[in-house]
C-alpha cells in the first residue's frame, strides 16, 4: 500500500506539533501580509492615484484601448466627485485597501506555505498530480483579480456612475463605497478563477466526474449568471463579461476533471 511522504522533520510529528508547525506556517504568511501592507500604506499617492482611482478616469488603459480599437467599442466614465462621509473614512479606507492589495500581493506565497503544510501528508502519486500546483493557483487567482480590474470595473463604474433618477441627483460616492465595489469586482473574480483547480481535486478523489459535468452543464450556466449578478451591478453586458470566461473554466474543467478521474479509477 502506498504511504505518504515522509521525511526527518514529520516522521515523529505529533499532533501538537502539527498545531505548531500550522502556526508558523500561518504566521508567516501574516508577516508576508504585513509587510506587503505596509508597503503599499507608505505609497499612499501612488497607490491611488494609479491603482485605486485609475477607473474612474478617462485615461485609465481599458478606455484607451477600446477607444482605439473601434469608435463603436468607445466609451468613457462620466465625471463623478468621491466624497467622504465621515470624518476616518479616508484613513481606515486607507487602511482597507492596504491590507486588501497585501493579500492579493501575497497570495502566491500565502499558498505556498499551505501547500508546504499538507504536502508531507499526501501519498507520493498525489505530491506528483499536484505538481505546479502554487503555480497554476496563484496564476489563476491574479488573472482573475486583473480581469475583473481592467475587464469588469470599468463597465461597472460607467454604469453605476452614469446612472441617474433625476437630472437633481448628482452622483458622489463616498471613497468607502467606491473602494467597496472596486473590492467586490476584483477578489471574487480571482476566487471564481480557480474553479478548475477546485473540479481537479474533487475528481481526484471521486466526488466528481466529467459526466456529471455535462449533465448539469445547463444548471452550471444558470448558477454563473447568478454568481455574476451577485458580484456585478444589475447591467447585462457587465454580467456577461463575467460569465463568459467563467463558462470557459467550466468547460475548460470538464477536461481537467476527465484527466483526474482517470487516474481516480486506476488507484
Known sequence: ????????????????????????????????????????????????????????????????????????????????TIAPRELGEQFFTHLKVSVWLGLIVAFPYIFWEFWRFIKPGLYETETKAARGIVLSCSLLFLSGVLFGYYIISPFAITFLAGYSVDSQVVSSPSLSSYVNYLTVFTIPTGCLFEL??????LSRIGLLSPAVMKRYRKHAVIVILIIASIITPPDIITQVLVGIPVYFLYELSIGVSRRAYAKYHKK
Not at 41 to 55: D, E, M, Q, T, Y
Not at 56 to 80: A, H, I, M, R, V
Open 196 to 201: 478548475p483547480i477546485v473540479v481537479y481535486f
Open 1 to 80: 500500500m502506498e504511504k505518504p511522504v515522509t521525511t526527518e522533520a514529520n516522521k515523529e510529528m505529533s499532533f501538537l506539533d502539527h498545531l505548531e508547525e500550522l502556526r508558523w506556517h500561518l504566521f508567516r504568511s501574516l508577516m508576508a501580509i504585513v509587510v506587503i501592507s505596509t508597503i503599499v500604506f507608505l505609497f499612499k499617492g501612488f497607490v491611488f492615484k494609479n491603482i485605486i482611482l485609475a477607473p474612474k478616469n478617462s485615461s485609465f488603459f481599458t478606455y484607451q484601448f477600446l477607444c482605439g480599437l473601434s469608435e463603436t467599442l468607445c466609451f468613457s466614465p462620466p465625471k463623478f
